[in-house]
């Protein structure tokens, strides 16, 4: 059906400065078919008065791991390696099918009540998250995380959601997941490159999250993380490298030349003291670097806002220049740029016209964001995901005045709880 957007503050993300005017949007089906000031109500099927809303691309969280969402708070403020080896581990090897989908939808929920539209998870039981996702009406780009332990059913299982999701307009997008550079041997890496390939699709890695992980990878192999899968053609395929803290001059000029990206995980990298990736030094060199908040047990949130705010503050204070990197720059690394990290920026990122109509409304009515001198520092700066007021997903509704219009939320909820009951 046709949807009309009247009276919207758009921010539309396409330029390299803001480009914000009041005018009204056009929607047929799942794509923009029109942006123009007072375009004429023939009686469409849907009308929304965006009256006092900012209007935008819905955000794009470049990775996580949704079915964590269990672990918000559990036996925090520990090490990364101590608090993944005595705290998730553990946990992870009694979670049930089901138990992927309750915590998975949980996630689902959270964004979009948070403005997030996008996402990329990494995870285990691909399958229960897909359902999640589909029921949520979210898009995902979802990969089954594969280690040295676990290989030959996870290459099978992504070939085979790959040719059940490979389809036009589909939502979902399969990647193939190597772990990470200290899980994943030669041999495992090669085997997920080759599956890429075969594919035509992405891989979705940690890299250079810690100074641990580097020199494991030094004393194994003589190299650095960034080098070591280079000599493994990862970089043949296009890629989404989780974190990228401990990058060095060398590894630049490999990853100059990547198709896709990294995610900047600015809050999970602060929680866990691992350290601060240096996006400006990254974007300066024509790396595409998007935003991601981690999994809720490192990162305790999936509001991209949050993400946004500390990404900036981190930023300035690592290159002690305020101007360094400014408001407008964070939210295209939360819009547009993400979806370069995905793969997705012909599909989603701005909103104009032949894209698909993934949008967020923002509540500009609020007394934290007055008063509005500028519109793109208020959202970094001032906003919140509370203020998202409403959500649309390939042209459908999900969100309406900060209500839920096809999902259970008490639902959710109570089944989580029972695992959480059962589990910690």
């Not at 009308?47 to 794009?60: H, Q, T």
């Not at 085979?160 to 389809?167: G, L």
């Not at 997008?173 to 030669?186: E, Q």
């Not at 198709?259 to 996006?279: A, M, Q």
């Amino acid at each position: 059906m046709k949807t009309l957007i009247k009276n919207a503050v758009l921010l539309d993300m396409v330029e390299n400065k803001p480009n914000i005017r009041k005018t009204d949007i056009l929607i047929n089906d799942k794509i923009i078919e029109k942006i123009d000031q007072n375009i004429e109500n023939l009686n469409y099927e849907n009308v929304i008065d965006a009256n006092e809303m900012i209007v935008m691309p819905g955000l794009v969280n470049t990775h996580t791991h949704l079915a964590m969402s269990i672990f918000r708070g559990y036996k925090d403020d520990r090490k990364l390696m101590d608090w993944l080896e005595n705290a998730i581990f553990p946990v992870e090897d009694k979670l049930r099918p089901d138990d992927i989908y309750w915590n998975s939808y949980l996630s689902c929920i959270e964004m979009i009540k948070s403005g997030t539209t996008t996402f990329n998870d990494m995870y285990f039981r691909m399958d229960k998250t897909i359902e999640a996702v589909e029921n949520s009406g979210m898009r995902g780009v979802i990969a089954w995380s594969i280690t040295d332990d676990s290989i030959r059913d996870k290459i099978e299982r992504t070939r085979e959601y790959f040719y059940k999701y490979n389809y036009k307009d589909s939502k979902i997008k399969i990647y193939v997941s190597a772990h990470a550079p200290y899980t994943c041997n030669p041999e495992t890496i090669k085997l997920c490159v080759d599956l890429a390939k075969e594919l035509n699709t992405g891989i979705h890695i940690h890299l250079s999250e810690t100074t641990k992980e580097e020199e494991i990878i030094s004393e194994k192999y003589g190299q650095t993380a960034t080098e070591y899968l280079n000599d493994l053609d990862l970089f043949d395929v296009p890629v989404v490298l989780a974190h990228g803290i401990y990058i060095s001059d060398s590894d630049l000029e490999i990853l100059k030349n990547i198709r896709g990206g990294i995610s900047h995980n600015p809050i999970s990298n602060c929680k866990l003291s691992s350290g601060i990736c240096n996006v400006t030094k990254l974007r300066k060199n024509g790396i595409n670097v998007g935003i991601g908040t981690d999994g809720i047990g490192s990162t305790s949130t999936l509001d991209m806002f949050e993400e946004m705010k500390t990404a900036a503050y981190l930023q300035k204070i690592n290159t002690m220049e305020p101007t360094s990197i400014n408001a407008y720059e964070i939210l295209k690394m939360a819009t547009i740029e993400g979806a370069k990290v995905l793969g997705l920026d012909d599909e989603i990122g701005t909103v104009e016209v032949g894209k698909k109509a993934d949008l967020i409304f923002i509540d500009n009515n609020k007394t934290h964001l007055y008063p509005e001198n500028d519109i793109c520092a208020n959202l970094v700066y001032s906003a919140n995901g509370a203020d998202v007021d409403t959500v649309m997903i390939d042209g459908k509704i999900i969100m309406q005045d900060r209500k839920l219009l096809d999902i259970d939320e008490e639902k959710v909820k109570e089944k989580v709880d029972k695992i959480v009951k059962r589990l910690l």
